[in-house]
């Protein structure tokens, strides 16, 4: 008697599971075809990619019969390119662009309030997939805590509509590492940071601790914090976390199956970023030959976030607008040193720090002018960043087994990257989101 009340639950499990099974075998199934195909490493033509539920199960020519008779097709002629969603490997949703007017940074950590800041990280999410951005990196909340992780799952559970996040929740820094600051010493203590703020090795693991624990696929770290230029015209970036401070972190991640992404400019900062093991340069202006080679040796990924260094710079005879164009003059160079010597780039804007308004591809341009061909810097958006995100396979790429997220665009990228502000047709998880100009049938 006992074990009978059991039983029942277990049998209507059993049947549910079995459903659930059958209904992914059944769904029903979608042809995409497309004249042009970018698969995430090579351009084809005249395929066929057959999706059900939410996976690609096959690419296959367009006589195939199941691309024939698919109860759903989508089809794109010539004068489109169909290629996997896009990956954005820099981001950051809860930052609206630093407006003056908004109180500029410190507005969003002291004017904004959570639910003002959630609503609008929601809308960014949604311009991030109408993009055809259909994973992001996001590299921090800004003083919004956990707020990543909430909207993944939101996203998950499909609530609100967005991309494949990757949290990277509070992100870390020292003392005098990170805003808000410049206020009176005397209240400096009790403000609010957009960071979490560890002093010593001991704080900056439980710091990792505390945020893998709660959610976060990546840490994120401030290896270098102000920039100045010295007496010589040098740029010069204030370090933050010692040698002992970010291995205890990178220690604790890589025990975890998890990565570290550093934000360093240049200088001693970036070197311990490199000399402790961080998996993923963001930024860096300012790469050395040695720091390039010690890249390419330890296979750390750059995501260089050109363009937004250059524009919004201050006046040119003050000393922040003559640091503006130094960091500008610095990035190109290093940009083009590290695509030679074959460091890994990803593709990453930034986006957040200026508005999401702004077009997200205008970094493309900025990474053809610094010497990237097209087709690489196709693939820095789609299989690469896969690579970095442990999702080779999975994303960034229209292949078998792979999740269904497919974008078109107008014209052909690997000829000229500014068609890929372009987007025509989303399709993320095997749902579109957004589809112009496709003739559906
Ligand atoms: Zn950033």
Redesign the pocket.
């Known amino acids: 008697m006992r074990n009978a009340r059991l039983l029942l639950p277990v049998l209507v499990l059993a049947a549910s599971l079995a459903a659930a099974q059958a209904s992914v075998d059944v769904a029903p199934l979608t042809a995409v075809t497309a004249a042009n195909l970018f698969d995430g490493r090579q351009v084809t033509h005249d395929r066929a990619i057959l999706i059900r539920g939410n996976k690609i199960v096959a690419v296959t020519g367009l006589d195939n019969p199941d691309a024939k008779n698919a109860p759903t097709r989508i089809a794109f002629g010539p004068d489109v390119m169909v290629m996997p969603g896009m990956i954005e490997s820099?981001t950051?949703i809860f930052l609206q662009g630093e407006d003056p007017a908004e109180g500029g940074y410190d507005g969003n950590i002291l004017f904004g309030g959570i639910s003002f800041r959630a609503a609008r990280a929601t809308m960014a999410l949604r311009r991030a997939l109408d993009q055809g951005f259909t994973t992001i990196r996001d590299?921090?909340t800004e003083g919004a805590g956990y707020g990543d992780v909430g909207l993944k799952r939101a996203v998950e559970k499909g609530y609100i509509p967005g991309p494949r996040i990757f949290a990277s929740t509070r992100a870390i820094s020292t003392t005098g590492g990170y805003p808000l600051e410049g206020y009176a010493p005397e209240i400096q203590p009790d403000l609010p940071k957009g960071a979490q703020i560890i002093d010593g090795p001991i704080e900056a693991r439980k710091a990792a601790r505390e945020q893998l624990d709660n959610g976060a696929d990546w840490i994120k770290v401030y290896m270098t914090h102000r920039s100045w230029l010295d007496r010589n015209g040098n740029l010069f970036s204030q370090p933050t976390l010692t040698l002992d401070e970010i291995k205890a972190i990178v220690d604790e991640a890589h025990a975890w199956g998890k990565k570290v992404a550093c934000?360093a400019y240049n200088g001693v900062g970036l070197q311990r970023a490199l000399d402790g093991g961080c998996d993923s340069i963001?930024?860096g202006l300012e790469l050395t030959d040695a720091n390039i080679a010690q890249m390419v040796r330890q296979k750390t990924w750059y995501c260089a976030?050109l363009s937004v260094y250059y524009g919004g710079w201050a006046a040119e005879n003050t000393p922040q607008g003559q640091r503006d164009r130094k960091r500008a003059a610095l990035h190109g160079p290093s940009f083009q040193k590290a695509l030679k010597a074959g460091v890994k780039i990803v593709f990453g804007t930034?986006v957040?720090?200026f508005p999401w308004s702004e077009p997200i591809a205008q970094e493309f341009p900025r990474m053809i002018e610094f010497g990237m061909s097209p087709a690489d810097a196709l693939v820095s958006a789609t299989s690469l960043p896969a690579e970095m995100l442990g999702m080779d396979g999975l994303i960034g790429v229209v292949a078998p087994g792979a999740y269904a997220d497919v974008i078109a665009v107008g014209g052909d990228p690997t000829r000229d990257v500014k068609v890929l502000g372009d987007v025509r047709f989303v399709l993320k998880d095997g749902k579109v989101w957004r589809s112009e100009k496709a003739a559906a049938k």
């Open positions: 820099h950051h590299v921090e934000h963001e930024h976030t930034d957040g720090g």
